[in-house]
């Protein structure tokens, strides 16, 4: 099973600050089944982007995913006030799992 | 709109069954799997199963196989997570999800999840 590890854990930003998210596999995933969630307390997570780099629907342009093979990375560009919660990614091998999260908070 | 509804919020004592349940509308049901996702309190999200209601292929995660039950009821467009008995360590907030996975893998539609407490 392909573990995947996110980091930092927690984030201390102010809004308007960039965000860099890292999430890495213990081998090398496709990029086509690399995802990333965000989650906000009491809520259930939606989807950002797949396929490693495509916004989801009604997703803003401030949200940007990269990398290939073992690295990626989720960037936000300018915190807004509503962008500070959890972030996972998530991926399919041979089976789908998730990483532990990334915790971005108000500084 | 494309929308899961999930039952609501139990209760149980441990040793008990349960049977919780997942309404997906808005789309074609049977070609889409669908899929449980585990978070107990104050952790991460982890990824428990799917069923593709069209023919009721079932996979799970390691960690759930045995543990778990996934069904699919097509002519009412419902998913189910079951239990034949219960933990204190099964008390967590469940989601479905609809599962995307032709050229590319992800989980587009979350219901809002059914929270399960299990204590005596």
């Known amino acids: 099973e392909i573990v995947l590890t996110q980091s930092p854990g927690t984030l201390s930003l102010s809004p308007g600050e960039r965000a860099t998210l890292s999430c890495r596999a213990s081998q090398s995933v496709s990029s086509s089944y690399l995802a990333w969630y965000q989650q906000k307390p009491g809520q259930a997570p939606r989807l950002l982007i797949y396929g490693a780099s495509s916004r989801a629907t009604g997703i803003p342009d401030r949200f940007s995913g990269s990398g290939s093979g073992t690295d990626f990375t989720l960037t936000i560009s300018r915190l807004e006030p509503e962008d500070f919660a959890v972030y996972y990614c998530q991926q399919y091998g041979s089976a789908w799992t998730f990483g532990q999260g990334t915790k971005v908070e108000i500084k | 709109e494309v929308q899961l509804v999930q039952s609501g919020a139990e209760v149980k004592k441990p040793g008990e069954s349960l049977k919780i349940s997942c309404k997906g509308s808005g789309y074609s049901f049977t070609t889409y799997w669908i899929g449980w996702v585990r978070q107990m309190p104050g952790k991460g999200l982890e990824w428990m199963g799917i069923?593709?209601?069209?023919?009721?292929?079932?996979r799970y995660s390691p960690s759930f196989q045995g543990q778990v039950t996934i069904s699919a009821d097509k002519s009412i467009s419902t998913a189910y997570l079951q239990w034949s008995s219960l933990k204190a360590s099964d008390t967590a907030m469940y989601y479905c999800?609809?599962?995307?996975?032709?050229?590319?893998?992800?989980?587009?539609?979350w219901g809002k999840g059914t929270t399960v407490t299990v204590s005596s």
């Open positions: 999800a609809r599962h995307v996975s032709d050229y590319y893998y992800y989980m587009d539609v």
């Open positions: 069923i593709y209601p069209g023919d009721s292929d079932t």
